[in-house]
């Protein structure tokens, strides 16, 4: 089966089980300019894996991915494609970091920019060095999705974040009165909290410009 073939067989299993009454409440929560059919995430995500399973080829995973995303009638296509580039094949696969910068700033949505830093996490722990160039670019980037892509690209690392990387996206951010920036920077250091309460309490008392929200999100984990 080649990607093109793939994409077909997702997208008719996602045809399926649309969900006509469901479909118009997806779409204004997501406040999405793509409609929905209706099925719910996690069901996308398992027809998705299920279609794919026992295909090896990460080159052929890519190219299902941008099928769905580039024909997308259904914002559903999009979260297949996400789920391809999720898979064990793309292990370490750099090539992947082109397809993430571009569903990012084709998607400009926090649901996509979310999901995709858990693969650039993935990568990060590969490819740190080569990995970390691509965030210290995206960290400054005029797009705010892209600078909320690298604040948020170590979720998941726990022990192995890189904490001057993280404190780089963080104070080159620190100004932007964004909201979707500000609770990145709440939600990265949340993270860290779950492993090192006591660095993210130093890092809050070293940096006193972190605005309110970020500081919030911050401490939801914090004991007093």
């Known amino acids: 089966m080649n990607g093109a073939e793939l994409a077909a067989v997702i997208t008719s299993a996602l045809r399926a089980e649309a969900d006509p009454e469901r479909a118009p409440g997806q779409q204004a929560y997501m406040k999405s300019s793509l409609p929905f059919f209706g099925v719910p995430v996690p069901r996308a995500r398992r027809i998705t894996t299920g279609a794919a399973r026992g295909i090896r080829d990460s080159g052929t995973l890519r190219d299902a991915a941008v099928q769905l995303w580039d024909h997308a009638v259904a914002r559903e296509q999009w979260y297949a494609a996400l789920a391809l580039l999720a898979l064990r094949p793309h292990r370490g696969d750099l090539a992947l970091l082109a397809l993430i910068e571009r569903f990012v700033r084709s998607a400009q949505w926090w649901d ?102 970020s500081v919030r999100e911050a401490s939801k984990h914090l004991t007093q």
């Open 112 to 213: 996509v920019t979310d999901e995709l830093a858990h693969r650039v996490a993935d990568l990060l722990d590969v490819h740190p060095v080569a990995v970390s160039a691509f965030v210290r670019e995206w960290m400054t980037d005029e797009n705010l999705w892209m600078r909320r892509l690298a604040i948020l690209s170590q979720l998941g690392r726990k022990d192995r974040v890189d904490r001057a990387l993280l404190t780089e996206t963080i104070e080159a951010n620190l100004g932007d009165r964004d909201f979707f920036i500000r609770k990145a920077i709440g939600w990265a250091l949340r993270e860290v909290a779950r492993t090192d309460p006591a660095g993210v309490r130093h890092f809050l008392d070293e940096h006193p410009a972190l605005s309110p929200l």
